[in-house]
């Protein structure tokens, strides 16, 4: 037995916690060493007092600023009221949030559960369900079409999709009835698509690959196909979509309307854990009582919050500053004078900055704004990611950008 000595957790500094976290946690993340104890809008405060600048907003969770007051009354407003009932009864936050949402979205129906991957599952299933019951694929050979570099969550089936060998090792047997294509080309999902085939599932900008841009068009020729060949586009917006991009959802960029949307991050506000998959009545409709659900999926805390995140985003302001600040940190990022950087990409308030090979790996670039006073992360080794918070002004955006030229030239 680990004999535990009495520790007054509130005299921990950051390497304490640091320590601690490494020790009693499992160690499935690699954090950068800042222990965060407060924040709000795009500020954040570690345990020994020091302020930094967010630049990745919790992978997009936290689009609308850290403890947004209209977001956290709303959440306090509900806490004093009731926060779950389960399924079994109804409560009057889960219509109100469906009907909203699915006006956002223009679409029709609306199932509510918890985290992205629960999303993307929901998602799977009801496409399938769909197959069988409405396109009539034969029984238990219906095929979904992924991209190779995809990020769709972490479960077992949405793992045996993945391309990244480090997300699948030692974690089979693997759930077959996927094909991975490349992304990005139009005749790869012309040639995988057979009888079976019933959905293409696709993020419209690839996020955790590293920011990955399809080309001009792509998502407009993915459209067509989908409606020729009788098969559902299943956009993934949960980190591309609601404001991110500069828009509501990053399809209406290109524009293009999918057959389903899955959000979650965002639509949580920071607040909560709240996923959904929006789609049609002919579409969704394949669900009957049992046959899928959640005990926390549509809870009211989570349905308070979420009708707040879609009532912030029907005002427009969060993607209209996504759009312009976007257009000017690319514009100041593109002007850096370094010998570092192979390519800037990205939509809106998101960017990837790809580090030369011989830059060696963005995580050290992130240490080092780190040390500035700048927080954001690395993916796929060669990548800084940045996603600030959509508040984000153009005198913060300013005071990151001198940091980032500091560190980058
Ligand atoms: C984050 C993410 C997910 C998974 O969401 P979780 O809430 O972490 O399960 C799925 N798809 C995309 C595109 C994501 O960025």
Redesign the pocket.
């Known amino acids: 037995m680990n004999v535990r000595t009495q520790v007054d957790y509130c005299k921990l500094n950051g390497n304490d916690h640091v320590e601690l976290v490494e020790r009693v946690a499992a160690h499935n993340y690699h954090p950068l060493p800042v222990v965060v104890k407060k924040a709000e809008g795009v500020w954040v405060e570690d345990v020994d007092g020091k302020k930094y600048l967010d630049m990745l907003a919790a992978?997009?969770a936290v689009n609308f600023g850290h403890c947004h007051k209209e977001l956290i009354d709303a959440a306090k407003a509900q806490l004093d009221k009731v926060t779950l009932t389960s399924r079994a009864f109804h409560n009057d936050q889960l219509g109100p949030l469906c009907d909203e949402l699915a006006e956002l979205c223009e679409m029709e129906m609306v199932l509510p559960m918890n985290?992205?991957?629960?999303?993307?599952e929901t998602a799977i299933k009801t496409a399938r369900k769909w197959g069988y019951e409405k396109k009539g694929v034969a029984k238990d050979k219906a095929k979904i079409i992924c991209c190779a570099e995809n990020?769709?969550?972490?479960t077992t089936t949405?793992i045996s999709f993945s391309t990244d060998p480090t997300c699948r090792e030692n974690f089979g047997p693997f759930t077959p009835g996927f094909e991975v294509i490349p992304y990005g080309e139009i005749d790869a999902l012309k040639g995988a698509i057979d009888e079976n085939t019933v959905a293409f599932l696709v993020?419209p900008i690839q996020?955790?690959a590293g920011i990955i841009v399809p080309p001009a068009g792509y998502l407009q020729q993915v459209r067509e196909i989908c409606t020729e060949r009788n098969i559902l586009f299943i956009a993934?917006?949960?980190?591309?979509g609601l404001g991110r991009c500069g828009a509501t959802f990053c399809c209406e960029t290109e524009p293009v309307k999918p057959d389903m949307y899955?959000l979650?991050?965002a639509l949580g506000g920071g607040v909560v854990?709240i996923?959904a998959v929006v789609s049609s009545k002919n579409i969704l409709g394949v669900f009957t009582p049992g046959v899928h659900g959640s005990t926390f999926g549509g809870n009211p805390l989570s349905c308070a919050v979420a009708r707040k995140a879609v009532e912030i985003l029907k005002r427009g302001t969060y993607q209209e500053n996504a759009k312009n600040m976007g257009a000017y940190l690319f514009e100041k990022l593109r002007s850096i004078n370094t010998d570092k950087i192979a390519e800037i990409r990205g939509r809106g308030l998101w960017v990837g900055v790809q580090f030369k090979e011989e830059a060696g790996k963005a995580r050290k670039y992130c240490e080092a704004l780190m040390q500035e006073g700048m927080l954001c992360k690395d993916t796929h080794e060669q990548v800084m990611r940045l996603a600030p918070p959509l508040c984000i002004t153009k005198d913060e955006l300013d005071w990151a950008l001198e940091r980032m030229t500091k560190v980058l030239s």
Request: hydrophobic letters at 25%.
């Open positions: 992978y997009s985290t992205g991957a629960e999303g993307v990020f769709h969550g972490r949405i993020e996020g955790e993934d917006e949960i980190q591309a899955i979650g991050k854990p996923s």
